[in-house]
Structure formats: structure tokens, C-alpha cells
């Protein structure tokens, strides 16, 4: 569906576009990357960036097993390091129902974040649950599961430099 190149060009101009929204904040911005699937795009995306940053994870999943969402969040790690007065990014690797973003979103900014803004490599509005403001966006897609660059089925393929649609 989508090639290594377009995927590499496309982060680095979300790069750009977040260092210039960014470039006058006093502190590090904070990335807040949603393991395991957006591991790849954040680490492009953070080597994209030209203003100073940090990295933060959590670990929540509405896809247990197989190739559609529950609807129930697991949140099984939050975030360490202290949010209070930062900028957050949200990093995504899709967005379809919108539960897990929307909750992670919602708990961040409980932290005293001073602004959350969400980045997304994928937005695949046809299975949303929940409303959702995509701050940076990557690709549209259509309504398929996809692999690659992160994204992974059962925990395989996440290795792949493309992204392909799983038949």
C-alpha cells in the first residue's frame, strides 16, 4: 500500500511541520510513544525533529488478538517522567476506533500536561468509535488491516520497510 520512500519523505515533512509548531516552547518537547506499533515511526519521526525532545511510552491495546478491536482498553504501562507545564505529542502508528488514543490522551492530560497534540501515521477514519483530532497525520487510509513499519499481526511483520494491506 504504502513504500518505504513515501513513508521515510512523509515523516520527515511531519518532522518539520512539528519542529516549526513547536520551535518556541522553553522545554523539551515531550513524545509520548504508544507501544509496540508506533516504536518504528517514533523513532523516525524523533530523528526528523530539529527542536529538542524527549521520549515517553505507554503500553495500551484494544486488539488482544486478530484483526479488530474489542472496544476494552488495556493500559499496562503509563508514563514515567513528569508531564506538569510540558507539550506533549501523542505518537500513534493508526488511528481506526479512537478508544485507545482518546483514553491515553484524556490520562495525560489528568498529568498537568500543558498541551496534547496527537501524531499519527495512519488515520483509518472508517472505524471510528470516538471523535478524535489528528494534529499530524501521516497517510488516510482505506478500511484494511495493514502490516509493516511497525504494525503487525499476531506480533509478526513488524520488520517490513512497507506497508502492505493483510489479505
Excluded: C, W
Excluded at 488482544?64 to 505529542?89: F, I, K, Y
Aim: charged residues 25%; hydrophobic residues 45%; positive net charge.
Amino acid at each position: 500500500m504504502i513504500n518505504s520512500a513515501r513513508i521515510a519523505r512523509r515523516v520527515r515533512q511531519l518532522g518539520r511541520q512539528i519542529s516549526e509548531v513547536y520551535a518556541d516552547i522553553d522545554t523539551p518537547l515531550v513524545m509520548v510513544v504508544i507501544l509496540k506499533g508506533a516504536t518504528v515511526f517514533a523513532a523516525d519521526l524523533l530523528r526528523s525533529l530539529s527542536i529538542p525532545a524527549e521520549l515517553e511510552f505507554v503500553r495500551a491495546s484494544s486488539y488482544p488478538t486478530g484483526t479488530s478491536s474489542n472496544g476494552r482498553l488495556r493500559l499496562a504501562h503509563m508514563v514515567e517522567g513528569p508531564l506538569v507545564g510540558r507539550h506533549v505529542v501523542l505518537v500513534e502508528d493508526i488511528i481506526d476506533s479512537g478508544v485507545t488514543v482518546n483514553a491515553v490522551a484524556k490520562r495525560i492530560r489528568k498529568l498537568g500536561a500543558a498541551s496534547v497534540k496527537l501524531a499519527a501515521l495512519l488515520d483509518r477514519p472508517a472505524r471510528r468509535e470516538v471523535e478524535v483530532k489528528i494534529d499530524f497525520t501521516g497517510f488516510v487510509i482505506p478500511d484494511r488491516f495493514v502490516i509493516g513499519y511497525g504494525l503487525d499481526y499476531a506480533g509478526l511483520y513488524r520488520e517490513l520497510p512497507h506497508i502492505y494491506s493483510l489479505t
